[in-house]
Every structure is written in C-alpha cells, then in structure tokens.
C-alpha cells in the first residue's frame, strides 16, 4: 500500500523550481507531506484532505486530487533549506499512514 | 510536551540476539506507528495500533518481529533472532485524532553484526 513517488531523485540550483508528485493504488482519506534531513526524524510539512484540495507553507504548496488519487508537491525557488528527502504519506484507511521511498531533493548554489 | 521518546538510540547486536526497541508516544495520542527506514524501501509501515490495539501488523516482515503496547505510554519493537539484514532506523510515530498529521521520534539505528 505504499504511495509512488516521482521523481526519485532531483537536483535545483537555488531560486529554481520543483515538482514532487505522489500516486496511491488506492483510495486516500488524506496525504501528509514531510521533510527529512539527514540523520533527522521526518518533520511534517502539511497534510491535505480533501479532493481538489490546495494548501501552501511559505514557498512549498500542494495538490490533492481525490478522483486520480494523486498529490503534488511543488518547491518554488528553491533555498539551500530545502535540500532533504520529501516523503507522501497516504492515509487509506482510519488509523493507518503508509510513506513511499522518497524523493532526494538537493539544492546547490 | 517533549515529543515522541525512542530508546536506545543506536544498538549494535550480534547475529542471533534478541533486540527490543522503545517508545513513548506523545500524551494523548491515540494512534502509534512503527516504521523502518532503509535505502531500498524508503519508510515500511510495520505495525500500527489505535488505542492501544493492533490494527494492522501486515507489514511486519517475519514472525522474528513483534510488537506490544501494553498501555497508552509505552511500545516496544523486538527482534528475536536478530539478524544482520534487519540493520536499519527504525522510528516510532504518534498521532491524535484520524486526519492530524504524526509526530516521530528521533530513531533508534540498529546495526546487526
């Protein structure tokens, strides 16, 4: 029941933008977005409900399609704070919150 | 709050050892989540409980894995054989109510010699 994620890996130089984008087999009740630096724990970003939803953290926004069970993370000109692993969480059902592999995003001057 | 408690935070074990993981979840959280973290497979749900109660330990790789949470406060993780393809981070989460994000703890890095 893991979520999809693309693309693996990605590399920005500062102020350029990004796109990390999320796919379920299954029906979501939510996706949670979070950021791991290495030798972290995650650290959540945000967490959408609800079909069609948008919500946005400062330069990092998201997309929740319910019908394509797809979310997208968008980075618009991109920090140095930035670099880390992007991981989706999927909610599929009441209690459970599955992550995908992660998106190694690095940003460089 | 001080978040979610993990304990140890590294362990190194030989081959064969039991191995038992801890976690405290944030106060008043119903929801509590274990996770390994490996290169290859990203973040693997293990096992989830609500309220106190397994839900789900379909991603627990081998009956060598088990999980309790005896009350509200307190889980454990244990390996028993350990083995060396077991090395890996393995975090604890907690969240409230269904819909609110989870909180992880720092994670314990196992390493199986």
């Known amino acids: 029941q893991q979520p999809v994620q693309s693309p693996q890996a990605v590399i920005l130089r500062e102020g350029e933008d990004a796109v990390i984008n999320c796919s379920s087999s299954?029906?979501?009740?939510?996706v949670h977005w979070y950021r791991q630096k290495h030798g972290e724990a995650p650290v959540f970003l945000m967490i959408?409900?609800?079909?069609?939803e948008q919500k946005g953290h400062e330069k990092i926004s998201a997309s929740f399609n319910e019908k394509k069970q797809q979310s997208s993370l968008y980075l618009t000109a991109s920090q140095l704070s930035y670099s880390g692993t992007y991981f989706c969480?999927?909610?599929?059902?009441?209690?459970?919150?599955?992550f995908g592999t992660g998106t190694r995003l690095t940003v460089i001057p | 709050d001080a978040g979610v408690i993990q304990s140890p935070r590294h362990e190194v074990t030989e081959m064969g050892q039991e191995v038992t993981l801890r976690c405290k979840p944030i106060?008043?959280?119903?929801?509590l989540f274990w996770y390994r973290q490996t290169m290859m497979r990203g973040l693997e749900l293990l096992i989830y409980?609500?309220?106190?109660?397994?839900?789900?330990d379909s991603g627990m790789p081998e009956d060598r894995f088990s999980a309790k949470m005896p009350n509200a406060s307190f889980s454990t993780l244990k390996i028993q054989p350990s083995e060396p393809r077991d090395s890996a981070v393995y975090f604890c989460?907690?969240?409230?109510?269904?819909?609110?994000?989870?909180?992880f703890g720092q994670g314990t890095r196992l390493t199986v010699v």
């Open positions: 106060s008043g959280h119903n929801s």
């Open positions: 299954k029906a979501l009740y939510s």
């Open positions: 969480g999927a909610r599929t059902g009441a209690n459970n919150l599955f």
């Open positions: 409980f609500n309220n106190n109660v397994p839900i789900d």
């Open positions: 959408l409900l609800k079909g069609g």
């Open positions: 989460a907690s969240s409230g109510q269904m819909n609110t994000e989870a909180f």
